[in-house]
């Protein structure tokens, strides 16, 4: 199994405290995945390089539940809403550490395509 492929976080979303099998969420090293349908199922995938940022939203009977509602803003500016999520605090964490990760080990490869400008982006101007 190669490194992209090896899972870091998984979950499925939560209603009241259950688990619902038919809306699951994982986490790669290069990519976050959305699977949702009972019947008739969808595969959504977001490329971690396009992360622009991760934001955590809880009303107070989801932090009763200990779930939060964690969106992915993209640079295409699309949102990837990961609902129900079960310690949504670290789980944002987890999804910003990797995406830079991932943007900082590949980042000469983006470049080479056209797909990322590494003198733009804040995180590389620290180092």
């Known amino acids: 199994m190669s490194e992209e492929n090896v899972v870091i976080w998984k979950d499925v979303k939560h209603v009241m405290g259950i688990g619902i099998p038919w809306v699951k969420y994982s986490l790669t090293s290069d990519k976050l ?3 949702k349908g009972l019947f008739s199922t969808t ?3 977001t490329r971690l390089f396009r992360v ?3 934001t955590l939203t809880r009303t107070l009977m989801d932090k009763l539940l200990g779930v939060g509602t964690v969106t992915v803003s993209t640079s295409e ?7 129900g999520v079960k310690d949504s ?3 944002k964490e987890r999804i910003s ?4 990760e991932n943007r900082r080990n ?10 990322f400008n590494v003198e733009e982006d804040e995180d590389f101007n620290d180092q």
Do not use: P
């Open 43 to 45: 595969y959504d995938e």
């Open 97 to 100: 550490k990797v995406a830079n």
């Open 89 to 91: 605090l670290a789980v």
């Open 52 to 54: 622009m940022d991760v």
């Open 106 to 115: 590949n980042r000469a490869s983006y470049r080479e395509v056209g797909m």
């Open 77 to 83: 500016g699309e949102d990837v809403v990961l609902l």
């Open 33 to 35: 995945l959305l699977e």
